[in-house]
C-alpha cells in the first residue's frame, strides 16, 4: 500500500499527528506539543489529528481502498511518547 498526503496543516501549524505504517495498517498517534498544552479550549489538537484521520479516510475512498477504523494500539515505542489514537485496517 503506498499512500502520500502532502500539505497537511493545523490549527497550530505544528502538524500533532503521527503515523506508522505496518502492512495493512496504519497507526496514528497525537505528538503533544508544550505549548499547546495549556490551551483553554482543551486538547485543540486533537481536532487537528481527526481533521487529519477525515482527510486520510476520504483519501482513501477516493481510491478504492477500503478499511476501517479500529481501537488496536499496536505498542509502539517511541521518543517523547506520542498518544495512540487509532488504527486504520485495509480491508483484504
Not at 37 to 61: E, M, R, S, Y
Request: proline share 4%; glycine share 8%.
Amino acid at each position: 500500500m503506498n499512500i502520500s498526503v502532502k500539505d497537511l496543516s493545523s490549527a497550530g501549524n505544528r502538524q500533532p499527528w503521527r503515523v506508522v505504517v505496518c502492512g495493512d495498517k496504519v497507526h496514528f498517534y497525537e505528538k503533544k506539543t508544550k505549548a499547546m498544552q495549556n490551551n483553554p479550549l482543551g486538547d485543540i489538537q486533537k481536532v487537528d489529528v481527526g481533521i487529519a484521520l477525515a482527510h486520510f479516510d476520504l483519501t482513501l475512498k477516493e481510491t478504492g481502498i477500503v478499511g476501517s477504523f479500529v481501537v488496536e494500539d499496536p505498542g509502539l515505542e517511541a521518543d517523547g511518547q506520542p498518544e495512540y489514537i487509532v488504527t486504520y485496517e485495509v480491508n483484504r
